[in-house]
């Protein structure tokens, strides 16, 4: 007998509990047998250690903080102070509106938020006591996919404001955008802040994903003619509304994935840093080293009888079909020489290896492999190789190195320069794509082929345990048809009484019915951001709610927002 089969056999018996909620509890578990802890239904009867001591709640030592300080400690290994200390307290936010909710019920019936409770702190335990060598790497990013997962579900079964909903008669999100006609800039919700740019707030409260709080922005490109630049926000300001004044933007959000949670972040690599293709001013930042969905725009030229030239457009692009061009120097002071190679991947059996694919990398015979982070080239070898968190190894018959040249000598140095297929002047990668008009399905959303899978950054899609069930703030954009106009969204999240987040799939909803025939997804979750240029004030603003902490309502004081690392603005035409 463990907790989850005791819990298991009181839902099945018990008319008013949910059989949905059997499948939330044995979440972040191997299987059913998978349930340490004592075998009763007291969520605040918690253990901790190898020795499965138990911790009873009193006045002066209860469960929720017990806990969070344990989150806060042991996740130090793999996160800093900071990310530790709020994954702590998004952890104490949701099991005390858990427990809030609980006080409300008739005392001594087992309620669904009881259960969750239950779930979120035995599994928290189970996750900061493991032994497998695996998991125990992955503690940071499983205690926050499941402090996510439980509050997300808590809301999904109808514990936010389920009065509400069924009393309001609601409509589900989709029709509340029809109802507004927020598919047609011509729209009386949309202000038109600067020529073609056009702004709207979608607030109320639906029945599929209760209160929504929703920022879009559509631009038409044809009559804004506006320029689009992608930056790594950190060379500037991480505000987003300062980075947008400075630079004269009339609107900007947040661009795409950074490593944070990953726990084996090595130099050159440092958390923050951007994952995936970087374009900006026709200089490729970062390649693309994820085969990933990315908004793009391609050059313009002075004078171009195309008609989509400098339209912005969203599609995969990987590795295939991209230029390395290695610097090559060795030796050094007066006897420096200096060579150049230039290599296609998948051609003459030039290869690249990412964390999508291995960890561990071993060289085939007469082969070379270079590990490649961004331009640098930090090691090179002919047997083993660990193949970079946000890099790869680029691997090659050595036959095609230049003459004479022996790339794994101490006193070579090798840099790295990118020449994409298409002639691109901006790009930010995200993914997954969620929908393209190419695609006779009409819905392309498919992880795994977007190498969101093995150690691929971020680990918070390609190690999901959740399964796309989490509501969270999310960041979108797409295209309409022949790429006319762009359309931005900003999904609010975690605030209770305003936003709840949608899931990826509701994401995806969300943009189809505003007339986006492509659609992508961006970085979402606390780092999410839209600013708008306000005419009357002539300043650059945040429309959207922080989504930091979990919040129970609206008049819990704002917290601070997280820096944005990278940055997509879009900046009227050059006069």
Not at 35 to 41: K, R, S, T
Not at 68 to 90: P, Y
Not at 160 to 166: P, R, Y
Request: aromatic residues 6%.
């Amino acid at each position: 007998m463990t907790w989850l089969s005791m819990a298991t056999a009181e839902i099945i018996q018990r008319d008013d509990l949910n059989n949905d909620i059997i499948a939330v509890l044995r979440a972040f578990g191997k299987d059913d047998a998978d349930a340490p802890g004592p075998a009763n239904l007291d969520p605040d009867c918690t253990f901790y250690t190898d020795e499965i001591q138990e911790v009873q709640a009193d006045q002066d030592h209860d469960a929720i903080s017990y806990l969070q300080n344990k989150i806060a400690t042991e996740l130090l290994d793999e996160v800093d102070a900071d990310q530790a200390n709020m994954f702590g307290r998004r952890f104490a936010s949701v099991s005390s509106l858990l427990r809030a909710a609980d006080n409300d019920k008739a005392a001594g019936a087992i309620s669904t938020e009881q259960l969750l409770r239950l779930a979120l702190h035995r599994r928290t335990v189970q996750i900061l006591s493991t032994t497998d060598v695996t998991l125990s790497k992955r503690k940071a990013l499983r205690v926050r996919a499941l402090v996510d997962f439980i509050w997300s579900q808590s809301l999904v079964l109808g514990l936010a404001d389920s009065a509400a909903v069924k009393n309001q008669n609601c409509s589900t999100l989709v029709e509340l955008v029809q109802k507004f006609e927020l598919h047609t800039a011509s729209s009386s919700h949309y202000n038109e802040f600067a020529p073609g740019f056009h702004h709207a707030t979608l607030e109320g409260t639906t029945n599929d994903y209760g209160p929504v709080h929703i920022n879009i922005l559509r631009i038409n490109l044809r009559k804004s003619q506006c320029r689009m630049k992608c930056l790594d926000a950190r060379e500037i300001c991480t505000d987003l509304s300062t980075l947008a004044q400075r630079t004269g933007a009339l609107a900007a959000i947040s661009g795409g994935f950074f490593l944070y949670s990953e726990p084996d972040i090595k130099l050159p690599s440092k958390r923050t840093d951007p994952v995936g293709l970087l374009v900006s001013d026709g200089k490729v930042c970062l390649p693309p080293v994820f085969r990933r969905a990315a908004i793009m725009q391609r050059r313009r030229k002075e004078s171009d009888d195309e008609e989509d030239s400098g339209l912005i457009d969203l599609d995969k692009i990987g590795m295939d079909g991209v230029t390395c061009i290695l610097k090559i120097s060795a030796g050094g002071g007066v006897s420096t020489t200096h060579q150049t190679l230039e290599l296609a991947i998948d051609q003459k059996n030039v290869k690249c290896t990412h964390r999508g694919d291995a960890e561990e990398f071993t060289t085939e015979k007469d082969d070379i492999g270079l590990v490649v982070v961004g331009n640098a080239v930090v090691a090179v070898s002919s047997t083993k190789l660990s193949v970079p968190l946000a890099g790869y190894i680029l691997s090659f018959p050595k036959s095609l190195a230049p003459t004479g040249c022996i790339l794994d000598d101490d006193d070579v140095s090798i840099t790295v320069q990118y020449k994409l297929p298409l002639p691109i002047n901006e790009a930010m990668a995200g993914g997954p794509l969620f929908f393209s008009d190419k695609d006779s399905v009409g819905n392309s959303m498919n992880l795994y082929s977007e190498d969101f899978r093995g150690s691929a950054p971020p680990v918070t899609f390609s190690q999901d345990e959740t399964f796309d069930r989490n509501l969270l703030p999310r960041m979108g954009v797409g295209t309409t048809k022949d790429g006319e106009e762009l359309c931005c969204v900003a999904v609010d999240g975690r605030n209770l009484d305003r936003a709840l987040g949608l899931t990826l799939q509701g994401t995806s909803d969300l943009l189809k019915s505003l007339g986006c025939t492509k659609a992508m997804n961006l970085d979402g979750g606390s780092s999410k951001r839209m600013v708008i240029f306000d005419e009357q004030s002539g300043e650059h603003k945040v429309v959207c709610l922080s989504s930091t902490e979990i919040k129970a309502n609206a008049s819990v004081r704002p917290d601070p927002s997280r820096p944005v690392h990278s940055a997509i603005l879009f900046l009227p035409p050059r006069k």
